[in-house]
């Protein structure tokens, strides 16, 4: 396991250092027929923004790394090495919509629509801390034990349950989402050797952090069948070990920075 102390408020860009936000740099691509209202989103929700300027609060780069939100063959989310480029498709941001709305609902009425854009806008978050924690290894070469998608769900974890109720809200849809791919996996076609854990793996492992950040108010996520009690017995000892990890793995790399967010 990989860890600071407590829950802070989120980062604001307000407080952004002037120089560092062109070491996170930012493009949008221009949409392929289908994907507009996806574009529309991410850029009216300032989601690519808030994570970069959340980041660059915290750490430094020795040199560029670079969000794009665009069109891709299929929904995904990557971070590439060889161009310093994190990758979020537009096909991700609707797939991403689709599994969260579920079953289609003619009556949706337009608190249930805030709701839904909210918990995909959260999705979405982790899902560029995730990646941002790959480029971070990758830039700095930092050691960590364990498989290196793991540490990513990880330092996902360090970001939003840290920024207060509103990250905390984020997190609890991402732990939502992993429950849904899980439901929908056969055990028969299950990659154990996939570098990614198992959608269910991951689904408890959000539920147990977040549980252990705050066992008070998150005392619904042991549900007996995701989050086990035996499981959820150790998850404030693995929140704080989480966050003593990543705090050291960061350390070296905050100077000059305002601290974490």
Known sequence: MLAAV????????????????AKWGISYEAPKRGSGAEAEFL?????????????????RLPDGVTMTARSCKDAEAEYDPETGRISVCYEFVAETRDLLRGEDRPDRDAD???????????????TLYHEGAHALIDKWELPFVGREEDVADQFAAYQLIRQGARGQRHFAAVADVYG??????????????????????????Y????????????????????????RSEGCEEEWEALQRGWDHLLKPHREGRNGTS
């Open 6 to 21: 407590g829950v802070s408020a989120a980062c604001t860009p307000a407080a952004l250092p002037a120089a560092e936000p």
């Open 43 to 59: 850029r009216e929700r300032h989601v690519l923004e808030e994570v970069r300027s959340s980041l660059a609060e915290q750490v």
């Open 112 to 126: 249930l629509d805030a709701e839904l854009d909210e918990r995909v806008e959260g999705a979405l978050r982790e």
């Open 180 to 205: 849904l791919y899980a439901a929908d996996d056969d055990p028969e076609d299950i990659d154990f050797a996939d570098e990614h854990s198992p959608d269910a793996a991951r689904a408890a492992n």
């Open 207 to 230: 539920r147990c952090w977040l549980y252990g950040a705050r066992p008070g108010a998150y005392e619904r996520l042991v549900d007996g069948t995701i989050l086990t009690p035996d």
